[in-house]
T-cell receptor, first 114, second 112 residues
C-alpha cells in the first residue's frame, strides 16, 4: 500500500522565487492537509482541502495557496519566497479530515530559501 | 499564543523503564488529542488518540491519560525500548474544526 507521497523531497530556492510542492494522498483518502514545520517547532496548519474545496486555512499570508485535484492529489504554492519560508512542508491525508481521526503524514519536502 | 505546550524538550529513560511524556493545553474547546512520533527524515507517525469523553486509552505499550480539569494529557510507554527514541508531538483539535494544533515536541532517548 502506497502511503502519502510528496515531491520533491528537497528543494533549494532563492528569495523572491516561487515554489510548487506536490502531494498524493493514500488511495481512498479525500482530505489533504498541509503543515509547515520550522526547526525546533511542531507542525503548523496551513490548509485543508476536502473534495477539492478549501475547508480551513491557518494563519499564513496570501503568498501561500493550494489546490486539490479531482484525483485528490494536491499542490501547495508559495510565491515571493522569504528566508523564513525555509521549513519542512508536510502533507497529511485522511478519510474525512475531521478532528479526532489521525492523519497519515508524508515524509515532507525540505525547502531551503537562500 | 501556544495553545498546546510540551514543556520538556527532551527526556532520557533506561530501556525497560517507563517513559512519561507530558502535554498541556489551554483551549477548553479541544476534544480530540493525538500523539505522533517522528524519526529524522520521516513524517510524523500517528501513535494513539483520545477523545474528551475518555480519560484513558491503551494500545499495547502505549497509554494516553487525559485530565480535562487540569487540561493535561500524558503518554506512558511501558516498557521503553531503544526503538522508541524519537521526537513525540501531542496535538489537539476541536470537533467541527479541521486542523490540529501541535506542541513543540519532546525528544525521547531510550538508553540501552
Amino acid at each position: 500500500d502506497a502511503g502519502v507521497t510528496q515531491s520533491p523531497t528537497h528543494l533549494i530556492k532563492t528569495r523572491g522565487q516561487h515554489v510548487t510542492l506536490r502531494c498524493s494522498p493514500i488511495s481512498g483518502h479525500k482530505s489533504v492537509s498541509w503543515y509547515q514545520q520550522v526547526l525546533g517547532q511542531g507542525p503548523q496548519f496551513i490548509f485543508q482541502y476536502y473534495e477539492k474545496e478549501e475547508r480551513g486555512r491557518g494563519n499564513f499570508p496570501d503568498r501561500f495557496s493550494a489546490r486539490q485535484f479531482p484525483n485528490y492529489s494536491s499542490e501547495l504554492n508559495v510565491n515571493a519566497l522569504l528566508l523564513g519560508d525555509s521549513a519542512l512542508y508536510l502533507c497529511a491525508s485522511s478519510l474525512s479530515g475531521r478532528g479526532g481521526y489521525g492523519y497519515t503524514f508524508g515524509s515532507g519536502t525540505r525547502l531551503t530559501v537562500v | 499564543d501556544q495553545q498546546v505546550k510540551q514543556n520538556s524538550p527532551s527526556l532520557s529513560v533506561q530501556e525497560g523503564r517507563i517513559s512519561i511524556l507530558n502535554c498541556d493545553y489551554t483551549n477548553s474547546m479541544f476534544d480530540y488529542f493525538l500523539w505522533y512520533k517522528k524519526y529524522p527524515a520521516e513524517g510524523p507517525t500517528f501513535l494513539i488518540s483520545i477523545s474528551s469523553i475518555k480519560d484513558k486509552n491503551e494500545d499495547g505499550r502505549f497509554t494516553v491519560f487525559l485530565n480535562k480539569s487540569a487540561k493535561h494529557l500524558s503518554l506512558h510507554i511501558v516498557p521503553s525500548q531503544p526503538g522508541d527514541s524519537a521526537v513525540y508531538f501531542c496535538a489537539a483539535s476541536g470537533s467541527g474544526t479541521y486542523k490540529y494544533i501541535f506542541g513543540t515536541g519532546t525528544r525521547l532517548k531510550v538508553l540501552a
